[in-house]
């Protein structure tokens, strides 16, 4: 069985501050990672994807991200968050890349930025 | 290029009544995914399709949720008799062959039932 756990329910952090949001996942083969985006009221968007190669990978609006087998851990990065960063983050694992592939999300993260 | 819609946006039921929720994927994509989001929780997969056929509704979660994509198309999503414990967000999404992994949401049906 594969699981994600986000350990911070909520996490608020000051205008112009550096942001760390983490995530570790369980799944004994090689997973396909993701953080998504949902804004109020709307859908989920997806902010970055790791499959392979080098651990860490760029996103949209300066977000990245490092992948850790050794500590089963994908973590969300911003040098600096802006107030429009605020929403939900969901960190994602994937089996595989193929035609049965899941998602299996974890229970997202609730970033507040103060002005 | 067009993303997923979804409609209604809202829905306020009592219990007993039915509610059917619509989805129409990205063009091309030949897999179609509906989720429940209950409130502060991650989506959980109900069911999903690739064209017309059902791959798997085991975590669809009584009979009274159903799910068709006749023609491989757009998809609808039926509660019969709905129950407070159905108050989620429903989330439909899409991809196709090149990568399965990789999902487009649409923007999602907010269902409240009295």
């Known amino acids: 069985a594969q699981s994600v756990t986000q350990p911070d329910a909520r996490v608020t952090v000051s205008e112009g501050a550096s942001l760390q949001l983490r995530c570790k996942y369980s799944y004994s083969g090689t997973p396909y990672l993701f953080w998504y985006v949902q804004y109020p009221r709307q859908g989920l968007q997806l902010l970055l994807k790791?499959?392979?190669?080098?651990?860490v990978v760029q996103g949209v609006n300066g977000f990245e991200a490092e992948f850790s087998k050794s500590n089963s851990s994908f973590h969300l990065r911003k040098a600096s968050v802006h107030w429009s960063d605020s929403a939900v983050y969901f960190c994602?694992?994937?089996?595989?890349?193929?035609?049965?592939?899941?998602?299996?999300f974890g229970k997202g993260t609730k970033l507040s930025v103060k002005s | 290029e067009a993303g997923v819609t979804q409609s209604p946006r809202y829905a306020v039921l009592q219990e007993g009544q039915a509610v059917s929720f619509w989805c129409d994927p990205i063009s091309g994509h030949d897999t179609l995914y509906w989720y429940q989001q209950p409130r502060d929780q991650g989506p959980q997969l109900l069911v999903y399709f690739r064209d017309e056929a059902v791959i798997d509704n085991s975590q669809l979660p009584s009979d009274r949720f159903s799910a068709v994509r006749p023609k491989g198309t757009n998809s609808t999503l039926k509660i019969q008799s709905a129950k407070q414990g159905d108050t989620a967000t429903y989330l439909c999404?899409?991809?196709?062959?090149?990568?399965?992994?990789?999902?487009?949401f649409g923007p999602g049906t907010r269902l409240t039932v009295l």
């Open positions: 994602v694992l994937s089996d595989s890349g193929g035609s049965n592939a899941k998602l299996t």
């Open positions: 790791y499959y392979s190669g080098d651990p």
């Open positions: 999404a899409s991809s196709w062959t090149n990568n399965y992994a990789e999902q487009f």
